[in-house]
């Protein structure tokens, strides 16, 4: 079976290298020059196991082009993994998926039937209306297209390792149990190390799922800061071991339960809000997911009220900040509770430097501009407080050098 990958960023080159990996035979495709550039050249972010998965597949059937061109007419599956943005009413656009869409079933395929599945995140009910549009544009074609619904539950940083090991594999489909459906459950179970659970459902039905996991579990983080919150009111309560109690209860899990920062990233925010949003748009009341959103956002001031505290609000005091991007061990900046504190600090007049060698490059336009970059050959005696802003073992060297009650780990 040939395969097209269309989109091959952080999530779609995992997935077509992997379905190379597996003997599939992948076209793999990005409109991005420089990125196909990148790819050939074998230069790729810093995610686990990428770049070595690269080296892998180079003599397997793996090939890149960025141009939507007569190769993808020969594919008889297809997955899109294209930017989703969020909009302004926080609803995702799919304007790049109906584009692509629409360029497809324009083109000659060699075969009569061609699966497309849709893997980026899109809002419920996108499919459904992507189905009309095929169905309008390809009226005349000898190839009957039919539409799917597979997104990905991966976290970067992670994301071979979850392709490989997938609690669920979940699928939307034109028609429950269908046989393009069989044929991509087979496709994906080639990829899961494990045994995981098939979950098949109409498209919406699996659009609603999506956002309604990430949902759920930025909720579980909120719900873990706000109990958080209300210890730290009790001079003898311990957040640390209430939440470890309550985790311990196998109808809630430990998971995700822990006080912290908050949430952040390219996914669990703009979901969470995604719902809320499409919930507003139906008349349902999005209550929770508005709440799980404002506990999350005062994460960072409450933090930086906690440390003015400390200092009895004399703001005079030099702080380092060990970790910039979402979370720990990524590269990724986007709607980081790390920066957001970096700045609430430095807007309180604290002196702050930030280090985090794998994610600086990216986050420095996102930093105050007289904050400091540190260097870790510095030292670390003139800081009245070091912060592990991502709970991260790989600043040990740094901390290692300093008395506990200088360190706070978030
Ligand atoms: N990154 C995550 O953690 C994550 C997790 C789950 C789901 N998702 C969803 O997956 C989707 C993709 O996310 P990503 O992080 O891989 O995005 P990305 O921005 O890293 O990659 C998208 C790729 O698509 C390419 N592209 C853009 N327009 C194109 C076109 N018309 N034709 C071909 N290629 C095109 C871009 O050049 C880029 O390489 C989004 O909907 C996102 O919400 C992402």
């Keep these: 079976m040939k395969i097209a990958v269309i989109g091959l960023g952080k999530l779609g080159l995992p997935l077509a290298l992997l379905l190379s990996k597996r003997d599939h035979d992948v076209l793999g495709i990005d409109t991005n020059k420089s990125r196909i550039t990148s790819i050939e050249e074998g230069v790729v972010e810093n995610e686990p196991g990428l770049s070595a998965l690269l080296k892998e597949v180079e003599r397997k059937n793996f090939e890149v082009t960025n141009k939507f061109d007569t190769k993808i007419t020969e594919c008889d599956l297809i997955f899109l993994i294209l930017p989703t943005p969020s909009k302004i009413d926080h609803k995702f656009s799919s304007e790049l998926i109906k584009d692509s869409i629409l360029e497809i079933v324009s083109m000659k395929f060699k075969t009569s039937l061609v699966d497309i599945c849709i893997v980026s995140t899109v ?44 609690d669920s594999i979940l699928l939307g489909e034109h028609k429950v149990n269908s046989i393009g459906g069989d044929k991509i459950v087979n496709v994906l179970k080639t990829l899961a190390l494990n045994e995981p659970k098939i979950c098949r459902m109409s498209l919406t039905s699996a659009e609603i799922t999506k956002i309604a996991i990430n949902s759920y579990v930025t909720t579980k983080i909120s719900f873990a800061n706000f109990i958080g919150e209300l210890a730290d009111k009790f001079q003898e309560a311990d957040k640390f071991s209430i939440l470890q109690s309550i985790g311990s209860d196998s109808r809630i899990g ?60 004399q703001p005079n005091k030099n702080i380092l900040l060990l970790g910039l991007s979402y979370k720990s061990g990524s590269y990724v900046v986007e709607e980081s509770q790390a920066i957001m504190l970096a700045n609430e600090l430095n807007s309180r007049g604290f002196k702050i430097s930030v280090f985090d060698p794998i994610s600086i490059d990216f986050a420095i336009d996102k930093l105050d501009k007289n904050i400091e970059t540190y260097k870790i050959d510095e030292g670390v005696e003139k800081f009245d407080l070091i912060i592990n802003a991502v709970a991260s073992t790989d600043f040990e060297s740094i901390t290692s050098l300093i008395p506990q009650e200088k360190y706070l780990r978030l």
């Design 254 to 313: 430990e998971k995700y339960l822990r006080p912290g920062l908050g949430f952040g990233g390219p996914c669990f925010p703009r979901d969470n809000r995604a719902i809320a949003a499409m919930a507003k748009e139906v008349g349902v009341s999005a209550d929770i997911a508005i709440a799980t959103d404002k506990v999350n956002i005062r994460q960072p001031e409450i933090r930086a009220n906690e440390i003015s505290e400390r200092f009895n609000f």
């Design 123 to 166: 809002n419920p009910g996108d499919s459904r209306e992507i189905e009309k549009i095929i169905a309008k544009s390809s009226a005349k074609s000898e190839t009957k297209f039919n539409l799917y619904y597979s997104p990905e539950f991966i976290a970067l940083g992670t994301i071979i390792k979850n392709m490989e090991n997938p």
